[in-house]
């Protein structure tokens, strides 16, 4: 039997990261999600005692900011105390949001067995195992938090260049690096071509936000994703991957989930409700279906109703949504629902409206028009939020498109008293 | 669905109490009744039902009923199917009671609107209020929409500035939010530079508790020497102590010494010198020749007194042959003469010389001349008549052979006696002097040859030796207890300038100068310096342990402290509501931008329309007096005469302005026909200024109207009811 090697492949903690897109936290949920990514830390912990394995390798962006909290600080370092007295060692290399600079004057004493790849040049280390070597790493972070285009950060990383730098050979060879590999083009990216002519078993990557793995079957390149989602784009499972390498046999991750708190994103169809106690039960059917799949404790969903119903117009009132929500967050403490929007739209008969060609015609083809000029829409969107004293936001300037559309409803809602007209 | 306002019931309103009006029709009605029959409350109490009771203000009347609450509903029917619905109002407070279908009914009317174009006085045809905006409502309104796109768009405005609010209420105001969004990131970062704090106060901490150990190690070894230097203190003080107990003793030994020194040579001075040191062996020597010396003079004594016995035995023999013969002879007194004169010429010089020689010895010992002489006078004096009795002696005796014989061998026997006695007697006196020169010669002198005295001298001097001894015993007693206390008193010269050297280095390395000499006060000194540093150093290490402590406490509550998350994460919250009010903000802004173009589009469409109509209109009333209406791009109203001259509506004529805004109502209510399609058009005696040939124009407009629309008409003229039905033969009359 060949020999054989597991670790957990962590990056991407965001220790200290505020959740984003969140609306309207109680009191409670803002509490328990200020500690889900130290939790979500501690799993990645409790993973790594529970399965032995070799070493844990977080592959940067440990902190969120160059200037974490104290208490985050107390907590990584607390982490790698665990993990030693577990026996595990710690390899990992800094990323664009924790940069080697803000390392520098890191204030609490990491213990020995926490190893960090330098940033200015590759770094190279040998873990052993009974005094045995076990494996070779070597891995390369951010130095500061951009990195330049002329450099490859995974230049001068290989087996080769470990062999010598080590003056040893190893059953095994990792590669540590916070790189956007080829899914992200800027930030430090590196063809992954490159990567599998450099002689390593696995490279363990870090900054896409997604777990993702060059080949499900031998994994050789992959991203662990972030452990904990913390934006309603970061949808799903998150978590790491326990790797295990053995000498003969195709590489093997199996994906272990660490967050405590899941994001969803649903769009659930009212059509068939009748009335709003039935768009609530169809939600909390669609969050637990949502949650089943999910495999998670607790989730934070943002609802968006969809469908033609005659409810538009009651859920369209001032605070009935809110209700709604209210009603649901009460009924099951383990489902958050941050928003509830109402894309809903009333049973109203555009081609029907144009060929009456009365005002809500003159009005279609106004919009439309509008529509086809989203420049236009932009200039004076751009006027407008300029007399408020600010420039228009990159991103509602993106939405400009489906902000007419949503323009051209709310103007028919209130036409036809779809809406709430008040 | 066509309805129409089938009757009125007045529950409570004005003067009247259950009273109803109607039954109405859809088209023309006419209302006819004296005056206070009720026509104006009929009117005002429709449009109280529909839109709410006239609140109580000023001297205006409300037509609340004495002593109870305005009540009335409303009936209104479907033309094709003839149902009913009923829409009723007590208290304002309560709304409009109304079926959610007679409600619809209703929907797309505002009291505004009903008031300017619905409910119509003669005092109200004066004018038509915002024409433009009322225009536009209506216009738009009439265009198969719910609600106006008038209202749509004030709908969007009034959000649009809900959205741009700076009122403390408006939680999603754009304003609101960035002021808010500011505040939050300005405590992010104050709490972001908090953390650094804490970073910088953990640094601190691993950089002073070295340095407590220093400190600690420092308090140490200061304790140590302090303790060291106490125990100096108290050994220099206790050996200063010694040493001077020591010299004291060693002073008290000295006098004591002399005492015992002064003593000995007093009581020595009382002593024969040369008895004094005498030892025993020449005592005991001194007491045997004494003893001898007894014992021989003794038996020269007894030898004395032996022959002064045998002597006086001879002498009386011979004294008493001699006493014989006196008596006898007579020549006895001569023998006894004779013989006394030998006694006394023996005698008497051996007296002499006893006492000459003793005189001459002690005269030439004592250097006397005269006791010399006296004694050699004694000696010559003793010669001279021992050689006188010699002579007497031997003088021939006369007298018989025999008894001459006889008394010579008695004379010889007592001669030879007396001989024998002189020989032991001078014997005795030599060995008296004999034992007199031992004496004086083994210094027994004082004796003076009393062989007696000299046993006390010695006897006495035997006793000084003793007390001598004695004496020296103490001095010898004192002499080893000084030898004693000199040793310890070195010895502790000896440690006391150990300690010195040990101190001088201490303070040699304390500071102090070198030579300066070292006393228990200089010790003292330093010890209040080495404790002074002491002190020193325990502030110091106070103050270190307390921000240690302090420390600690503030990491410790650190490590728990989420106010900069907290903080981040409201930030995030806010950013993301401010997100999604520029979102609303810019789809209202878009939303406003489709409807004013579409709204353009619309009136540019239909109101040229609208005013034909009411150029029509107002030229039939006027019997083309006037021939057109217009709206000007300033949104004002002109109207045309015959002779094309454009006039203001103020510069018409009462009747004529009235005729002007009735025709253009009645063009705009035509064209609206969507709006408000079940609300009747109420006319309170509108035609009471126009002439004879304007009214009946007017009243042909009005049964136009009444083609699209239910029409009420309120009149008190039975002419005008007349001409009503003139004109529309068909229509509904009610009178009150």
Redesign the interface.
Known sequence: MGRKLSFIHAADLHL??????????SDAW?DR??KAIPEAFDRVVDAAIARAVDFVVIAGDIFDTS?????D??HFADACRRLKDAGIAVYFCTGNHDPYTSWQ?R???LPDSAHMFTADEPAFFLHERDGEPLCLLGGRGYYNQTWSHTENISEGISREAAERALGTTAPFAVGVLHTGLHLDRLKAPCDPKLLYARGMDYWACGHVHQPWQDDAENPRIAFSGVIQGRDIKETGPRGVWHVVLEEGMPNKATFIPTASVVWERLFVDVSDAESLTAVEETIVRAQFRANGDAHCEEMVTRVTLTGTTPLHSLLQRPGVLDDVREGLNRRYPVFFCDALVDATAAPVDEKA?RR?G???A??L???E??RRNPAL?RA??QD??LK?G?T??A??ER??EE??D???H??LD?????GD?? | MTAYLERLRIAAFGSFANKHVGPFKPGLNIVYGKNEAGKTTAAKCIEGVLFGWEADRGMRNTYRPVAAERAGSLVFADDDTGKEYEVSRARNADGLQASEEAAALLADIDKETFATMFSLTSDELRTLRNTPDVTARLLTAGSGTAASPAHALAVVQERLAALTSRAAGAEDSIVNLRKRLEELRARVAEAADATERTKAQDKELHELEPQRAALQERQRTLNEEIERLTAAQASLASLDETIADLDEQVAQLESERSDVLREEASFRRGVNPALADIDEATDARLRDALDNLVEERTRREHAVGVARENYRTSSASYRAFMASEGLEEGARPARTQRRTQLVVSTVLPVVMLAAGVPAFVIGRMQHSLSISMIGIGLIMCGVLMAAAALVLLFRPSHRGEEREERQQSLRWVMLQDEKKLEACEADLADYNQTIAAYLAGEGLGAAQGSLRHARTLLDDAKEARAQLRLFAQRRQAIASQRRAAEGRLDAAYEDRDALVEELAVARTVAGAAPNTPVTSASVADLLAQKTAQRDGLQEALDHVNHRIGELRTLLEAARSEHRFEELKLEAAQVQTRLDESCDAYARLLLARTMLTSAIAGWESRSQPEVYAHASRLLARMTDGAWEAVRMGEDGRLTVVDRFKEERSPVHLSLGTCQQLYLSLRIALLVAAENVGRAVPILADDILVNFDDERRRGAAESLRELARTRQVILFTCHQDMANLMQEVEPQLNLVRL
Do not use: C, I, K
């Open positions: 200290g990261a505020p959740f984003r897109g969140l609306r309207a936290l803002a999600l200020l200037r974490g909290s104290y208490a600080y107390v004057n204030m609490v004493d409206l009456e009365l005002f809500p003159t009005f083809q106004a919009a028009a509008q829409g004076l969107l407008e939020f408020l600010m228009l936001p991103r509602t939405a400009v902000l007419s949503e323009a051209e709310l103007v209130l036409l036809l008293g779809t007209a008040s």
